[in-house]
């Protein structure tokens, strides 16, 4: 009896780990699903005037390279609104703040299946806005000015919410790999970003979203990809 009870305390412990966030490790999306995602538990409430994310993907380009495809890459939805969307769509990668018609388009180069370090930077009192892909920086543009992102949402890996954390679609699912989602409530600096792909990161913790430290919650067939693939 004794081991049995020993055998439960390992078996919560490895549950507890699994349930406080990816430490490293990499998810994998391996098909077109309307029902597999991965929720992220923010640090600290969505309430920005600015903020910094960077991810490091790729994707299955026989799914997600069709003209007509639009592929989510990141979802952060309220009950009310799609509050901070990005997405590959129609030759573009684009960033939605509290819109789903009115977005920042940018004509960088596209996801593939080799991994893409991916960041956008955004500032309310400006409305700077600039996509970074493995540390070139796009041209500026002007949009949401004097916007404020609002709190109260879930973030979502893998979906585009069309309700809160429900109205999947399938044909709008990510296909390949995530790991690294990482969010500051202020823009980096320009070297700061251009360093998110080295070993040893030696900017500013991530304050929102800090891929290795924030609980998470897998959902449907997504696979945890361990640390040595990564």
Known sequence: MKSVLVLLGVLLTLTAVCEGGVNGK????????ANSFVQLFPLKPLNLEAFTLCMRLS??????????RETILFAYRTKDHDELNVWQEKG????????????AFYA??????????????????????????????????????????????????????????G??????????????????DHVLMGDQIRNFSDEL????????????????????NVLVVPKKYN
């Not at 994707?59 to 007509?68: A, I, K, L, Q």
């Open 167 to 184: 109205k999947f679609d399938e044909d709008q699912s990510f296909v390949g790999e995530i790991s690294d989602v990482n969010m500051w």
């Open 26 to 33: 990499g998810l994998f999306f391996p098909n077109p699903s």
């Open 92 to 103: 573009n990668i684009s960033l939605y703040l509290r819109s789903s018609s009115e977005g």
């Open 59 to 68: 994707v299955d380009p026989n799914v997600v390279d069709s003209e007509e």
């Open 108 to 165: 960088v180069p596209l996801l593939s299946i080799f991994r893409t370090d991916l960041c956008v930077t955004w500032e309310s009192s400006t409305g700077l806005t600039a996509f970074w892909v493995d540390g070139r920086r796009s041209t500026l543009q002007v949009y949401r000015q004097n916007h404020t992102v609002q709190s109260g949402g879930a973030v979502i890996l893998g979906q585009d919410p069309d309700s809160f954390v």
């Open 201 to 220: 990161w030696l900017g500013p913790e991530p304050n929102v979203l800090n891929w290795d430290t924030m609980q998470d919650e897998v959902n449907g």
